[in-house]
């Protein structure tokens, strides 16, 4: 798509920033199915952004489809003459990142959304870039995806109305055998070793990023090991709900020799390397064990605390995506926030994806793919 075609479509131009990785392709074919969209996909590779714009044509993508060769840091300049209503970042990793993106996005007159789970990027958003924002009349949302925003959107459905909350827990689990990024497995080698907060006994503490393991039942998968990651939650839930104790976020792979492979690496290595050399190797090495593992992945969120009738309560979110459909799973809230954008439903500002979407707008997202959830009461010491 040329600057032309998107100044003069009447559709909303949306510029698709690393639309070519596992997750940009994924959020590619469902902002494909949009009507009323002109959606631009990117890549730093010409040839890699036409061949992906024209499988989605192929598909019978509903949305108008263009490509374009795009660096997110030598072609921020040009955003201004592309002009597009909405950037959205899927490229990641967000760890170490700065907000250039963002803010060459505002300042061209177009709203922003990004798929980080990056705690440093998530916690700085606001500050940065809301007086931006809010000169421009725009709006600027980090983390739509699994964490912030569908672990708030699970919270906030199943605390309504109650009238404490003592705890949050939340683990991911994906099949071993889906496609993971190189750039995943670098976001998650520049913490691991590392301190990361959580909250515990009504303030924040710290832990060792894939510092220890403990076994979760995911319901459909049984039971997992997972161990603790380094995300937002801690520090922006814990003061959205008021968290009088626990917040904490834990990630496990299905591949035991992954799994303690990088507990290893966390314990012996104290996060003292080059994160991109491993990270390729460590990528690389997935052949070996993708084989062995299967294609269903989960997510689940507990909560505790007082209810409406000021009664204890424990109560459990979970999700199955069968299928290599898990992940979709983190695309679904920026998808929702996409439909929220088009529908005016957002109000300007740049903050993270936090209070902003209700649980039932992602959830929607989920009935094209094999995702089921269920909520249900738990009782007390299960894990």
Request: charged share 25%; proline share 4%; glycine share 10%.
């Amino acid at each position: 798509m040329t600057t032309e075609e998107m100044r003069t479509t009447n559709a909303r131009g949306i510029l698709l920033v690393g639309a070519t990785g596992v997750f940009g392709r994924r959020l590619a074919r469902q902002l494909a199915a949009m009507t009323g969209v002109k959606l631009t996909v990117t890549s730093r590779d010409q040839s890699r952004a036409g061949s992906m714009a024209a499988k989605l044509r192929d598909d019978g993508a509903l949305a108008e489809i263009g490509a374009l060769a795009f660096d997110n840091r030598a072609d921020l300049p040009k955003l201004a003459s592309m002009a597009p209503w909405l950037v959205i970042d899927a490229s990641g990793p967000f760890q170490g990142g700065d907000y250039s993106l963002a803010r060459a996005s505002l300042e061209a007159g177009a709203n922003y959304v990004d798929l980080a789970d990056a705690r440093d990027h998530v916690l700085g958003f606001s500050a940065a870039l809301d007086p931006l924002a809010r000169e421009k009349n725009l709006v600027a949302l980090t983390g739509a995806s699994s964490t912030p925003a569908l672990s708030s959107a699970v919270v906030e459905s199943l605390t309504a109305g109650w009238r404490r909350v003592d705890s949050i827990e939340a683990a991911i689990a994906p099949g071993g055998a889906s496609d993971v990024g190189q750039s995943v497995i670098e976001a998650i080698l520049s913490y691991a070793g590392r301190p990361i907060p959580v909250w515990r006994s009504g303030r924040l503490e710290s832990v060792v990023g894939w510092g220890a393991a403990e076994r979760w039942d995911v319901p459909g998968l049984g039971k997992r090991w997972v161990s603790p990651v380094d995300t937002p939650d801690a520090e922006l839930l814990s003061g959205h709900f008021d968290v009088r104790d626990r917040v904490r976020f834990l990630a496990g792979l299905e591949s035991h020799a992954e799994h303690f492979g990088m507990l290893f690496l966390a314990r012996v290595l104290r996060g003292q390397w080059r994160t991109k050399g491993l990270a390729r190797m460590l990528h690389g090495a997935r052949r070996f064990t993708r084989p062995f593992c299967g294609d269903s992945g989960g997510m689940v969120v507990r909560v505790s605390g007082l209810d409406a009738e000021v009664a204890p309560a424990k109560v459990q979110w979970s999700l199955l995506a069968k299928n290599d459909d898990g992940p979709y799973t983190p695309t679904l809230a920026a998808v929702a926030a996409v439909r929220a954008l088009l529908d005016g439903r957002i109000e300007p500002g740049a903050r993270p994806c936090v209070g902003v979407l209700k649980l039932a707008e992602i959830e929607r997202e989920m009935s094209n793919f094999s995702i089921t959830r269920r909520r249900e009461a738990i009782a007390a010491g299960v894990s």
